[in-house]
């Protein structure tokens, strides 16, 4: 399964992406701002989804929002 960023890239384990776009965070206030950088990202089970670690908690996040660095 690949798993590709915004761009067509494919993101592996351990890559790092930046957002590309301001998100809400689901079941908080907090927002994710454009250009924030996670560092050490782990792949799902999704072709879809990656989870990184954004202001201390694991998030999982869409990579249509995502760019490799």
Same mark, same amino acid.
């Given at each position: 399964? &690949? #798993?590709k960023?915004?761009?067509g *890239?494919?993101l592996? &384990? !351990?890559?790092? #992406? @930046? #957002?590309?776009?301001d998100? +809400? #965070?689901? !079941?908080s206030?907090?927002i994710?701002?454009?250009g924030t950088v996670? +560092? *050490?990202i782990?792949l799902? *089970?999704?072709? *879809? %989804?990656? %989870? !990184?670690k954004? !202001?201390g908690?694991?998030i999982?996040? +869409? @990579? %249509?929002?995502?760019? +490799?660095?």
């Amino acid at each position: 399964m &690949e #798993v590709k960023d915004s761009n067509g *890239n494919i993101l592996n &384990e !351990g890559d790092t #992406v @930046t #957002v590309i776009k301001d998100l +809400k #965070v689901k !079941g908080s206030s907090s927002i994710i701002k454009r250009g924030t950088v996670v +560092k *050490n990202i782990r792949l799902t *089970n999704s072709a *879809n %989804e990656i %989870e !990184g670690k954004v !202001g201390g908690s694991v998030i999982v996040l +869409k @990579t %249509e929002f995502m760019k +490799k660095s």
